[in-house]
């Protein structure tokens, strides 16, 4: 019997759910809620996952733009704990709704949103995550070139023959290439296959990063970054401290809007979940910390103190040595730049164009918008960009608060999961958008604009309108939410509120099956609730999903 061979399509599968009935407009296999059988991340999963993200060249930079406004190393440490301390709860709470209805952060918008709301947020992120691989792709692109450069020392005196005005060599864009193909087969990956790259790298990286430590505390007795005093006091001192918080957790602010996309994936109860807001703040201090003994320890055996860890690896003399730690790095970059950029952006571009996107091919294609991004040119010639990309996250404290709040306070907790698939459902809003949505976003984003400008053109004087940005994040995450609660208190949307939640697995047991296996409805009844308790029909509450066949109402839920 001949083989036979499927033929290409351009649209992605779409088997026929509840979810997709009349509106494929809205989704795709890979968009619809997480059957029980796919929720493969446990506990150790998740600690895996979050070890692994953490342990990255960022994280061990996180010390060195402390240092650099004035502040001490202690300063430093204990920043890094509060603002992860702070972001981790926002983290917790809203990849706590990805546990309750298995969907990702794009689908989950857009009950606060509305549905083309949703594309506000969507759009914000989107842009963030394709320029982040790009830039970390590049990084990871370094950690190859110094890996080989321990094998083959020459590797590095090899004739260029680009134009210095491309910002990059041959050699450099070849080991871009290298790293880039490296990428490839992971971005091909289901999540739930990736788990054990993140089990791999949170044992590896962490072992190789204790034993440089190990190197920085045993071969250095002490250096001047200890005993530094800070060199800025009064004011100063208070916008250096709220401008570093920022920065801290402005690198984690995409993961407080779209931690959803991988606890979705989750099979354990939705109260693991808090276990980030010790962990957290434990780890990433842990690994700043790290980050300024390390510095200080190439400072004295150097003279020179290189924050960049690659940089001063590349002092070793032991080529075994460099090429090992290189690779620690290289892990590294890899492990996050598919947790945090291209995990994020496909789950984006497959909300954007769910007919033609799925998870697999929107990691491919953010791969090939990396090349189109070209940056190598991004690093060596535009850092007012980079500037701009760091303090995107001015927008991204307020998108976070808008869900956040709009889950645990307006709705407490109820939402439709299959009215959130459904764009003439409960959700649909005036248009397609929650105008109060908008209006608290922009309200919360406003105050930052003068600073955000001056951080990219630093000739245009904002005078005190500096203040507000330097600690933006945490300013419009607090204006949107005091703004979205009193728009929703004054102009409630009683069109969405439900006497009880609808979750997945519901709508699963009233169809009889879950990918062909039979289930029932008490065999869901526990998963459903995820151990919280259900809460008493509130004022103004309709019934669920008007006017969907909604598979839970023929099941008499």
């Not at 920043?79 to 990805?98: C, T, Y």
Request: proline share 6%.
């Amino acid at each position: 019997m001949g083989l036979k061979f499927r033929k290409p399509q351009l649209r992605v599968e779409q088997p026929k759910s509840a979810f997709a009935e009349g509106n494929a407009r809205w989704t795709n296999r890979d968009l619809d809620p997480v059957p029980p059988k796919d929720r493969k991340w446990g506990v150790s999963s998740l600690i895996a996952y979050w070890i692994s993200d953490a342990f990255n060249a960022s994280t061990w930079q996180f010390g060195a733009g402390v240092l650099a406004v004035g502040l001490t190393w202690r300063e430093s440490v204990g920043i890094v704990a509060l603002s992860f301390f702070i972001v981790s709860i926002v983290i917790a709470l809203n990849g706590a709704i990805g546990v309750f209805h298995h969907t990702p952060f794009p689908v989950i918008a857009r009950a606060s949103w509305g549905f083309w709301g949703s594309y506000i947020p969507i759009l914000s992120r989107v842009i963030l995550a394709v320029f982040w691989f790009s830039i970390q792709t590049m990084n990871g692109a370094f950690t190859v070139r110094c890996m080989i450069a321990a094998i083959w020392p020459s590797f590095l005196h090899r004739p260029n023959h680009i134009p210095a005005s491309e910002g990059i060599d041959d050699v450099t864009l070849g080991c871009f290439a290298i790293f880039w193909l490296v990428q490839l087969p992971f971005l091909a990956m289901h999540p739930n296959q990736l788990r054990w790259l993140f089990v791999a790298k949170s044992v590896v990286v962490p072992l190789s990063w204790l034993a440089i430590l190990g190197w920085a505390l045993g071969t250095t007795r002490h250096d001047h970054i200890f005993d530094q005093k800070a060199t800025v006091s009064g004011s100063a001192y208070s916008w250096a401290f709220l401008s570093s918080m920022t920065s801290v957790i402005g690198n984690y602010a995409t993961l407080s809007v779209n931690q959803a996309d991988f606890s979705r994936y989750s099979r354990v109860s939705v109260r693991w979940h808090f276990m980030y807001v010790p962990l957290l703040p434990a780890i990433f201090t842990f690994i700043s910390f790290i980050g300024i003994a390390c510095a200080s320890a190439g400072g004295a055996h150097y003279g020179v103190i290189e924050w960049d860890p690659i940089a001063l690896i590349s002092h070793w003399s032991n080529r075994p040595a460099r090429f090992f730690a290189g690779l620690s790095f290289a892990l590294a970059a890899l492990g996050v730049n598919i947790s945090a950029n291209s995990l994020s952006a496909a789950n984006d571009l497959m909300a954007l164009f769910p007919r033609w996107v799925n998870l697999r091919r929107g990691q491919l294609l953010c791969a090939v918008f990396c090349w189109a991004l070209v940056p190598w040119k991004i690093l060596a010639s535009a850092a007012s960009f980079l500037n701009f990309m760091s303090a995107y996250a001015i927008f991204l404290g307020p998108i976070a608060a808008i869900m956040l709040f709009d889950f645990y306070v307006i709705h407490r907790r109820r939402y439709d999961t299959l009215a959130l698939y459904n764009p003439e459902g409960i959700y649909r809003y005036r248009g397609g958008v929650n105008w109060r949505a908008v209006v608290a976003f922009l309200v919360g984003v406003a105050p930052s604009l003068p600073g955000f400008i001056n951080s990219i053109n630093p000739k245009i004087h904002v005078g005190v309108g500096v203040h507000p940005y330097q600690f933006g994040w945490l300013l419009g995450f607090v204006a949107t939410t005091l703004v979205y609660l009193a728009l929703t208190r004054f102009f409630p949307p009683v069109e969405t509120f439900i006497p009880r939640a609808v979750r997945p697995d519901e709508i699963y047991a009233a169809q009889g099956h879950i990918d062909g296996i039979p289930v029932s409805r008490e065999s869901t009844s526990g998963e459903v609730e995820q151990g919280l308790p259900v809460e008493e029909k509130q004022p103004g509450a309709r019934n669920a999903s008007p006017g969907i066949i909604s598979a839970a109402a023929s099941a008499g839920l």
